[in-house]
C-alpha cells in the first residue's frame, strides 16, 4: 500500500452502493443533518460546526459524513452500523478506511454529488483523496481534487446536447466524464496522472458509468481521433518556473509543467485536431495580461494559430475573472494548503517567487473564462466572440450557451430581407428600465435587462426599445420597423441598417426568440 493510496474496485462495489443507498448519503440529506449553519462553515473549510452538529446522531449517513467529510476516526460498531453490506472487511479490502490506534479512519474522501438541469436532478457519489478539513495540513503534490470550484463551473458551463464520443481531457476524480455519461454515446477520459485515472475508475464504477480510460499528456493518447464534445479543466494554473521551485509545491491537479499560460495556448491551438466537423469544445483557462494590452489580444492571437494549424474554428470565451499579480498568489498558495500561520516562511517564499515570475514577463493580470470552441460544419468560421461578464449568472449556463448558439445559427443562415420576414417575441425573462434626468419627459438611458443566464444588460436607444417592445410575435421585424420609420419620420432602409445588428445580437443573446 503506498503513502496515499487510492480506493480499488472489488467485487464488494455492489454493497457499498448499498450501504451508500440505504443511508440516504446525498446532498439532500447531509444538507438537513448539518443544517445552514454548519453547511456553510464547512464550504469555507470549518469544520468545527459540522462536528458539533454531527457529534450525537447515530444516523447513518452523519457516520459517513464524519468519516469521509471529516476525517475523524469512527469505532468499528460505527463503521458497521455504516456499512451493515460491506463491512469493515469489505471496506479495509476497497481502501476506503485504515486502522488507527484504536479507531477506524477514512483514506478517501467519498461525497455525494449533484447535479440539476432541465431534465431533472441526477445524484452521484464522488471519490478522492481527504481534503484539507479532513487531514488538516497542506495537500501533497499527487493530490486528486473532488468536486472543486472550477469543475462546478465547467459542468455547469458544459452543453448537455446528446452526442457521440465525449473526450474528458484532464480527468481528475472522473466528474466531467459522470456528467456527460448523461448525454453521450461513449465517454473517453485521459489524465497524466496514474491516481486519478485510479480515482476515475472507482468512481465510474460506483456510479455504474462505461468510460475508456487512458494514460498520458494533453492530446496525446488520442492523437490521430476524432470528438463530438471534448470538455476540460486542464492544470491551467500559472506556476512560477524560476530558479527557485524548492520552495514551490506543484500540484499535479491544477500544474501542467508549462511556464506561464503555455498549457492553455497549446490547448487552444491544438483542439481542433481532435474535433469531429460540428464538434464543440467546453474548456476553462487562464491567460496572461502583459504590459498595457488588453486581455483579448493574446487570445486572439491564440485563435489565429489555432486557424493556421488546424482550419476554421469558431470562438465564444468570456472572461469571467481578472486577478493582479498578488490575488492571483494568494488564491492558489492558499488552495494549496500553505498558510502564513503553518508556515510563514515558505509562504513568503512562495508569494516572492510567484510575483517573480510574473514580473519577468511584464504581466499585469491573469484573467480566467469559460472557452468554447467549435469546428465548422462546413465552410468558414461564423462566430468569434471575446466578452468579459464578471457579474453574478444564473446557472446551470449551459442550456443558455446551446440555445445562443442554436439563435447564432439560425439568424446567421439569414439575410436581413429574411430576418425581416421574421416573427419575434420577447423573452419572458426581460424587463425594461428608463432613467431621466429631472424635469425631462424623455429618457436619457434606457436598459434592456436579461434576468436569467448571463444577466445581461443591454443599453438600446429609443428605436430600439420601441422595436423590442413590439415585439410579440404578430409583425414581422420588417412591418416593425417600417412602423417606427414612419413614426420616426426617417428613411426605412436606413434605421433598418442601423437596428438589424442590435436585433441579431438580442437574438443570440435570447432577448428576442423566434416564434416558431
Not at 495540513?137 to 493530490?143: I, K, P, Q, S, V
Not at 506543484?250 to 500544474?255: A, I, K, P, V
Request: net charge negative; aromatic share 6%; proline share 4%.
Amino acid at each position: 500500500m503506498t503513502e496515499h493510496p487510492t480506493p480499488t474496485v472489488t467485487d464488494q462495489l455492489t454493497a457499498l452502493r448499498a450501504d451508500l443507498k440505504r443511508a440516504n448519503y446525498t446532498i439532500d440529506r447531509t444538507t438537513e443533518l448539518l443544517g445552514d449553519l454548519a453547511n456553510d462553515a464547512l464550504h469555507r473549510e470549518q469544520a468545527v460546526p459540522a462536528t458539533r452538529a454531527l457529534a450525537d446522531s447515530t444516523d447513518p449517513a452523519a457516520y459517513l459524513m464524519r468519516l469521509f467529510m471529516l476525517g475523524h476516526t469512527l469505532t468499528e460498531a460505527e463503521i458497521t452500523a455504516a456499512f451493515p453490506t460491506l463491512g469493515l472487511a469489505g471496506a479495509y479490502a476497497m481502501n476506503l478506511v485504515t486502522q488507527e490506534g484504536p479507531g477506524i479512519r477514512a483514506l478517501t474522501e467519498i461525497r455525494p454529488h449533484a447535479f440539476s438541469d432541465e431534465s431533472g436532478q441526477t445524484d452521484w457519489w464522488l471519490a478522492s483523496d481527504l481534503g484539507e478539513v479532513a487531514t488538516g495540513g497542506a495537500l501533497a503534490a499527487d493530490h486528486v481534487l473532488g468536486a472543486g470550484g472550477a469543475s462546478l463551473t465547467l459542468a455547469q458551463f458544459t452543453s448537455r446536447t446528446k452526442v457521440g464520443r465525449v473526450l474528458d481531457l484532464g480527468t481528475g476524480c472522473g466528474i466531467q466524464a459522470l456528467h456527460a455519461s448523461t448525454h453521450a454515446d461513449t465517454i473517453v477520459a485521459t489524465d497524466i496522472s496514474r491516481r486519478a485515472l485510479d480515482y476515475a475508475r472507482f468512481n465510474a464504477a460506483l456510479n455504474e458509468v462505461s468510460c475508456d480510460l487512458r494514460l498520458g499528456s494533453m492530446l496525446e493518447p488520442v492523437a490521430d481521433e476524432r470528438f463530438d464534445l471534448v470538455v476540460s479543466n486542464p492544470p491551467f494554473v500559472i506556476t512560477p518556473r524560476t530558479g527557485n521551485d524548492s520552495t514551490l509545491p506543484q500540484y499535479e491537479y491544477r500544474d501542467g509543467g508549462r511556464s506561464g499560460d503555455d498549457l492553455v495556448h497549446d490547448l487552444i491551438v491544438q483542439i481542433g485536431s481532435v474535433l469531429a466537423p460540428g464538434g464543440v469544445a467546453h474548456l476553462l483557462g487562464n491567460w496572461e495580461i502583459r504590459g498595457e494590452a488588453d486581455w483579448t489580444e493574446r487570445v486572439i492571437q491564440w485563435l489565429d494559430e489555432a486557424e493556421a494549424a488546424h482550419g476554421p474554428l469558431d470562438a465564444w470565451i468570456v472572461q469571467r475573472e481578472l486577478l493582479d499579480p498578488a490575488q492571483y498568489a494568494e488564491t492558489w498558495i492558499r488552495d494549496g494548503g500553505t498558510t502564513q500561520d503553518r508556515d510563514p516562511e515558505a509562504y513568503a517564499a512562495t508569494y516572492s517567487a510567484w510575483l517573480d515570475d510574473f514580473a519577468s514577463r511584464n504581466v499585469q493580470g491573469i484573467g480566467f473564462g469559460m472557452i468554447w470552441l467549435r469546428k465548422p460544419a462546413s465552410g468558414e468560421r461564423t462566430l468569434r466572440r471575446l466578452e468579459e461578464i464578471t457579474g453574478t449568472v444564473q446557472q446551470p449556463l449551459g442550456p443558455v450557451v446551446a440555445r445562443s448558439i442554436a439563435a447564432h445559427d439560425w439568424h446567421t443562415a439569414l439575410s436581413d430581407d429574411e430576418l425581416c420576414a421574421q416573427y419575434l417575441t420577447h423573452a419572458e425573462d426581460i424587463t425594461e428600465e428608463r432613467y431621466y434626468v429631472p424635469g425631462s419627459q424623455d429618457p436619457n438611458v434606457i436598459i434592456i435587462r436579461q434576468g436569467g443566464g448571463y444577466g445581461r444588460a443591454v443599453q438600446a436607444t429609443t428605436v430600439l426599445a420601441g422595436l423590442v417592445g413590439a415585439c410579440d410575435g404578430e409583425l414581422t421585424i420588417g412591418q416593425i420597423t417600417g412602423a417606427i420609420a414612419t413614426l420616426f419620420e426617417v428613411d426605412e432602409i436606413d434605421l433598418r441598417a442601423e437596428v438589424l445588428p442590435d436585433v441579431r445580437g438580442l437574438v443570440t443573446d435570447g432577448l428576442l426568440v423566434p416564434v416558431k
